[in-house]
């Protein structure tokens, strides 16, 4: 477990540091050459001596100076007065975050995992005077009135969270000490391990979309409900502001048109209930809904990062969304033993199902403008995937 730490800590140093430098360079205008080092862009400058000057040996000793005695007292410097007072830092580029985490069953080690790196968030921010902000929601949205265990008819309806005290907004104030960093991190820990405890019917997509959406858009949610963006969770989007929205789940989404889905006694779902959402897709909200929704309550797809932590095979990180589709390994293959979805990817404590919709969601946001990226909850740690969503979200 030392092992594991000290890389884990090694690993945070590196990333800082490149992400540092890579905002150094932005700033001046070099780059990274091949072999790691800086190029300045002053290579026509040879440093090297010029070998084919003659060796004309030492220079003959110069005349002693003549002695002319203790130089003249300058005039004082004028009295200015002290610097005028520059004031405070200027404004720095504002950021919103949006987790959105799974606190169903089975899901303690990969909050765990998320716990471990989110401290990232305000350490980068910090670094590069990002003004951040942090809510965090879970995809427990209930079912509706359905009977189920674990399940009550609303969940956590998309409500900021307030776990651990405090506001439901977690403010990351790039002038503030490192004592409001260790604060900050640590109520960001608490909050993206909400437990393992909601409802099985995971509906990350629809919890996204109720926390941001206005009161005055179309948008209604089940049942006859409005977006909670400038209502329950009032300022959890500023204007000006990029929106980056990380989630994790082991699961794919199940935002459901029709709640019908979720009743186990509803003859026109058959299969297995734990396997429903995947096999009756068309019961399912379409990916348009939520990547209009999504821009149209930040007002711009270019102001917008989804970055997923999710069921994807760890050898597919970075890969063309098309090709993640195709691969046999994303493919809904029921377990009719088990009543389950067959993983995608493997732990050592269990795995994660194959995330589609989140792809496909990824790959339409992308298209529509705005950047994505999906990556593994089956890594052995979130940092990277932390990182790349902080990267995207850097000035630039």
Known sequence: MKTVQFSLVAKRAQVLGLILTFAMIGCSGSHVTPDGGIDTGDSDIDARPDTDEPDVGPEPDADPEPDVGPEPDADPEPDVGPEPDAGPAPDGPMVDVLIVVDASRGMMEEQRRLADVIDFLPQHFYALGIRGQVGVVTSDLGVFGVALPTCSDMGDDGVLSTRCGGDPLIKMDPRGDLEDLDRVAERLSCRATPGAEACGFEQPLEAMLKAVARTDSDLRFHPMDLGHGDGANEGVLRRDAKLLVLMLTDEDDCSAADPGLFDPRNPVYDGPLNARCAVHEHALYPMSRYVNGLIEARGNARDIVFAAIAGLPVDLEGSDYDEVL??????????????????????????AAPPRRLVRFARALERAGGQSMVMSSCADDYLDAVAEAVIAVAPE
């Open 326 to 351: 195709r691969d046999r390994r994303m493919e809904i293959r029921v377990d009719d033993r088990l009543g389950t979805i067959q993983l995608s990817c493997l732990t050592s404590d269990g795995g």
